[in-house]
Nanobody, 123 residues
């Protein structure tokens, strides 16, 4: 599956952005989807994930209440709505296709990643 992330940009603190990740190739609805981010000088970290049908979601604890993940299987797209953005949210955001995991992590990437979209939050 090929993934194309978009929607990043420059926003002031307190603002909102919605990221999109469009999928093509293999059956999109067969995958759980996740968002990760990597800030400058830091390791990539998990943001949020959603199961194949869209009725189950999981978030990094620090982001609960501000970020919302959703998907539209008819459009082969997963979204990340980001509200009340903070300068600490500045990062490149990546989408990934994978599977629902019942181990230590809720979501397990399958090796399919989008190219990343840059979000910059100014103070």
């Amino acid at each position: 599956v090929q993934l194309q992330a978009s929607g990043g940009g420059l926003v002031q603190a307190g603002g909102s952005l919605r990221l999109s990740c469009a999928a093509s190739g293999r059956t999109f609805s067969g995958y759980a989807m996740g968002w990760f981010r990597q800030a400058p000088g830091k390791e990539r970290e998990f943001v949020a994930a959603i199961n194949w049908s869209g009725d189950s979601t999981y978030y990094a604890d620090s982001l609960k209440g501000r970020f919302t993940i959703s998907r539209d299987n008819d459009k082969n797209t997963v979204y990340l709505q980001m509200n009340s953005l903070e300068p600490e949210d500045t990062a490149v955001y990546y989408c990934a296709a994978g599977s629902r995991s019942y181990g230590s992590n809720w979501f397990s990437p399958s090796g399919y990643w989008g190219q990343g979209t840059l979000v910059t939050v100014s103070s």
